[in-house]
């Protein structure tokens, strides 16, 4: 159908009745979406030109290759331009400039031998057997500047012009060419009985198309006329159409039919109901669509029967390793549009993104706050982890009523991570990027299970490396070669200087390669929560453009922090997980100053965010955030807390952390402590356990040498410092009686450092 309308200072005869499709464009391969003839001031091409473009969309279910494709502007030479070897992946689109330069080597930039013309004209897209696969059976017509004429979204066989051309990117779906958006006499809401629903449209002549069974409405769906009655849960969904206009954004609704037994349901925490609408269960493997309503409370209490703040569309599947087996399902949700496509909305207070994780605590984690706690802390000490927020949830499966018997119990909001301005904020690679410094960042990946299909960039076995973003099945395509190239040589290039002769320099060895202080921080979070599968599964990291291997954000510790698993029973014990296994770590911990580093981290974190009172504080306001819904919590899922009860789960958390600190605080040499005498003449008392000693310096370097040895400008402390108003001194404790056994591949006996510094009038550690 080619819907045409006057733009005002443009018009046009209107065309009637239906524009017919090729006989062979079932919308279900790759085909035509938009294309732009006249391009004024659009999309410049890589010399800086703007000539005309073709839009490429692959709308099946796999990868498709291109190789030995054509497109044609001729209809007597359907092999006019031959396209390279190029794969687009399913959703994806590919555009090509209509320039006449015959470019192919390229396949980030191709450009047909040939041009559109502006007055209108023919195109076609041609399988490899030169059979016709997309185009338009009448041609394209001719258009004013800068204006495109494409497909509509979500019924692709109608066809029309677009104001904003959008190369690249899914096609718009609304502005002043299009028919507004259908008023809904009521938005989305739970109800009781009965709802009665009546559909609008600001152009009155438009005509209303609807759909009750969750598919987009089309020209071919009932025609809307009166209200609706509702006695049961309901998704209705509109179009409207009106001939000289383009269809109007769909828009749905969903009216939710409660028992009155879920209605009664209220908490102290913000209710999501996830509601499959009685469609398919979600399984791991592959994704479903859903209703998700959310609910906050009002005056410190959230009810069903209040509106929700927040409905959506949204694509879910049960998530996880081991976890997807567990009684309870966790899930990995995305907002999604009208049209399936993935939208940023912001949850709960959150920043806005279209991913989230929704995990459930499990019997592993009888406390419930593993998560919520680590990543707290993370952030705490200046390392982004995600984000949480403690939420319950109903999830329906089934068609009919909300019952009470489908609440799903507690669990935690996360936000995926991801690249993104408030996630992990790197830039992001585009297939453009094939040249530094762009080709340098920013990646994503972890070290994993391999997943269904998945080989890594690295791998032994069922694990690797593994690509997050771009995901593994986008960075081996044929024009993302440069990419994948360039990351599996950066790797190569780090493993070698890890390895070399030379690899403690810090110029020519592993730092040039591994931003350090993430690294530590990374591990010794690790290490404080005992997590029995850090550093070999679902452990994070990535690479800034034009920056170091930078490990984080943290993932999954419902098996630590003394959980039921076992393997972290023993709080006074290293190895209660592979803290010094797993890639790169046993050589970063062969070389003495790196392990030196860790020391002093971990001292300066015990005396702020790793000490016992704010260890302790943050653990009580978690637990005081779920004191309502942890006894629904353990009643749905019969958990089983060790001591019989939800008080004696907290205690052996804190009781933990606290053997924890202590055992590693009792292998190190403790810093000096030091006091100022308030007389006129200010002097510096250090002290240190009996048979400890301290060195110090006095113009700000540190008292110990690289790879241990006491600096040449420290002194040893006998006897109280006198202090004059310019002066920073730095002291170590060396206590060779203290060593670090049955972990570390290294010992040390240095303390970290503690500064008094005058002349900023500053005194501490």
Not at 279 to 297: C, G, K, N
Not at 356 to 381: C, E, G, K, M, T
Not at 561 to 567: Q, Y
Request: charged share 20%; with cysteine; hydrophobic share 35%.
């Amino acid at each position: 159908m080619n819907i045409l309308r006057p733009f005002g200072w443009w018009c046009l005869a209107l065309l009637a009745g239906f524009q017919t499709v090729l006989a062979a464009d079932s919308f279900s391969s790759i085909y035509i979406t938009e294309i732009l003839a006249d391009n004024q001031h659009g999309l410049k091409d890589d010399d800086g030109d703007r000539p005309g473009w073709v839009e490429l969309y692959n709308g099946s279910g796999s990868a498709l290759s291109l190789a030995g494709w054509f497109l044609t502007d001729t209809k007597t030479n359907l092999t006019k331009w031959r396209l390279p070897g190029i794969t687009l992946l399913p959703d994806k689109y590919l555009t090509v400039f209509t320039s006449g330069k015959a470019r192919v080597t390229n396949l980030v930039h191709l450009h047909t031998n040939f041009r559109l013309n502006p007055g209108g004209g023919y195109l076609a897209l041609v399988n490899r057997s030169t059979n016709l696969v997309s185009g338009f059976s009448a041609g394209y017509p001719a258009l004013p500047p800068d204006t495109s004429f494409g497909r509509i979204r979500g019924e692709p066989a109608l066809t029309g012009p677009f104001r904003k051309p959008t190369p690249g990117k899914p096609n718009s779906i609304a502005g002043p060419e299009f028919v507004p958006e259908v008023q809904f006499s009521m938005t989305s809401r739970n109800f009781l009985e009965t709802v009665e629903v009546a559909l609008s449209c600001t152009e009155t002549s438009a005509v209303i198309h609807f759909t009750l069974d969750g598919t987009l409405p089309t020209s071919r769906s009932p025609i809307w006329r009166d209200a609706l009655t509702f006695t049961n849960t309901t998704q209705l969904r509109a179009r409207a159409y009106q001939p000289g206009l383009l269809p109007s954004p769909p828009r749905s609704e969903v009216y939710l039919r409660c028992h009155t037994n879920a209605l009664e349901f209220t908490s102290s925490l913000p209710v999501m109901i996830l509601d499959t609408l009685g469609s398919d269960t979600p399984t791991s493997s592959q994704a479903s669509l859903a209703h998700l309503s959310v609910f906050e409370p009002v005056n410190g209490r959230t009810a069903l029967t209040n509106r929700p703040t927040l409905i959506s569309r949204v694509s879910q599947r049960v998530r996880g390793s081991t976890s997807s087996g567990m009684p309870q399902p966790g899930f990995a949700m995305a907002f999604i549009d009208e049209l399936n496509q993935e939208r940023s909305l912001p949850l709960l207070g959150l920043p806005a993104d279209s991913d989230w994780i929704l995990y459930a605590p499990n019997a592993y984690d009888p406390v419930l706050i593993h998560n919520p706690f680590i990543h707290q802390l993370s952030r705490d000490i200046g390392r982004y982890s995600p984000r949480t927020r403690f939420v319950e949830m109903f999830v329906v499966r089934n068609a009919g009523r909300v019952r009470e018997a489908h609440y799903a119990g507690l669990y935690v909001l996360e936000e995926k991570i991801k690249i993104g301005k408030h996630r992990v904020n790197i830039d992001r690679l585009d297939a453009s990027d094939t040249k530094p410094p762009q080709v340098t960042g920013g990646y994503v990946l972890k070290v994993d299970r391999l997943g269904p299909g998945e080989s890594g960039l690295f791998s032994s076995g069922e694990r690797g490396i593994i690509y997050v973003e771009p995901r593994e099945q986008t960075i081996l395509l044929p024009q993302r070669a440069a990419q994948r190239n360039y990351l599996a040589q950066f790797f190569d290039d780090f493993e070698n200087a890890l390895g070399s002769e030379g690899w403690k320099d810090p110029t020519r060895g592993y730092r040039a390669y591994l931003d350090v202080d993430a690294a530590i921080d990374f591990h010794v979070l690790e290490v404080l929560s005992g997590n029995v599968d850090a550093l070999v599964l679902s452990t994070f990291f990535y690479k800034p453009r034009n920056g170091k291997i930078t490990f984080g954000p943290h993932w999954d510790f419902d098996r630590a922090l003394g959980s039921t698993d076992g393997r972290d029973d023993d709080p006074r014990n290293w190895n209660t997980g592979p803290f010094f296994g797993g890639p790169w770590w046993p050589r970063l911990f062969t070389d003495l100053d790196f392990w030196q580093q860790w020391v002093d981290r971990w001292q300066e974190l015990r005396r702020s965010h790793f000490s016992g009172t704010n260890l302790n504080a943050l653990i009580d306001r978690l637990a005081t955030e779920i004191k309502e819904a942890q006894p629904r919590q353990y009643r749905r899922w019969d958990f089983q807390p060790r001591g019989g009860s939800y008080q004696s789960e907290i205690a052996l958390m804190k009781d933990w952390l606290a053997n924890r600190v202590d055992f590693i605080d009792s292998q190190l040499a403790e810093p000096p402590a030091w006091k100022i005498s308030s007389n006129a003449n200010r002097t510096l008392t250090l002290s240190a356990p009996t048979n400890a000693t301290i060195y110090y310096t006095l113009n700000g370097t540190d008292p110990r040498l690289s790879q241990g040895g006491a600096s040449s400008n420290a002194f040893v402390y006998r006897e109280p410092i006198a202090l004059t108003n310019h002066e920073r001194i730095i002291a170590r404790t060396r206590n060779p009686s203290r060593r670090q056994r049955g972990g570390p591949p290294l010992t040390t006996p240095w303390s970290s450092p503690v500064t008094v510094e005058l002349d900023a009038a500053k005194v501490g550690p």
